[in-house]
């Protein structure tokens, strides 16, 4: 006799599911200010993910996140990587044209010049905390220019709940 399927599935779109994902990766990142997550996905499949953090083999503990060091040099802010530039970095051997980009932050001119490199099409970006900074607004320009559609995630779940693990479903969601 075949199984029944499940009775309560996530079910919940493209949009809320992959940027649920970026956050949740997002918790891998080790600075204690910001947080950021990214995941790249082409017609509904995941191809990689991405979180800021030090290059691979730097120790994160040699210099400090909090932006008390004398000079650049000795503060971690100019050496890490970004969430955005790490998923591309992890993706493999994967094209990425076409595809949709999803960050929990809106991307700097350095990443946004990387999206447009990489034939991304799409950014979705639940924050934009930075716009008024010069290297945003020039991120802006950039995609703007290169015709990559940029649009603001609006969230229509209050919650997403990770339960432990031993469960068979470990996830929750709770519509707004």
């Known amino acids: 006799m075949a199984e029944k399927s499940r009775e309560k599935p996530i079910e919940m779109d493209d949009d809320n599911f992959f940027m649920s994902l970026a956050f949740l ?3 891998r990142s080790k600075d204690p200010v910001t947080q950021v997550g990214a995941c790249v996905v082409k017609d509904g499949i995941l191809i ?3 979180y800021n953090g030090m290059p691979w083999g730097c120790s994160d503990d040699i210099l400090p996140w909090d932006g008390t060091a004398k000079n650049e040099e000795e503060n971690k802010r100019p050496y890490v990587c970004h969430a955005e ?3 591309f970095v992890n993706r493999g051997d994967k094209d990425l ?3 949709t980009l999803y960050t929990g932050l809106f991307p700097c001119k350095d990443c946004a010049k990387l999206i447009v490199q990489t ?4 950014v ?9 900074k010069k290297k945003y607004i020039i991120a802006r ?9 940029v649009r603001e995630f609006v969230p229509t779940y209050s919650k997403l709940t990770l339960k432990s693990s031993a469960t068979q479903n470990p996830f929750t969601a709770s519509q707004k």
Do not use: R
Request: charged share 25%; hydrophobic share 25%.
């Open 141 to 149: 320009d950039i995609l703007e220019k290169a015709n990559v559609e």
């Open 85 to 87: 530039f790490n998923a």
């Open 97 to 99: 044209s076409g595809c």
């Open 124 to 132: 979705v970006y639940m924050s934009d905390k930075h716009k008024e």
């Open 48 to 50: 990689s993910t991405g």
């Open 119 to 122: 034939g991304i099409t799409t």
């Open 25 to 27: 990766t997002s918790d």
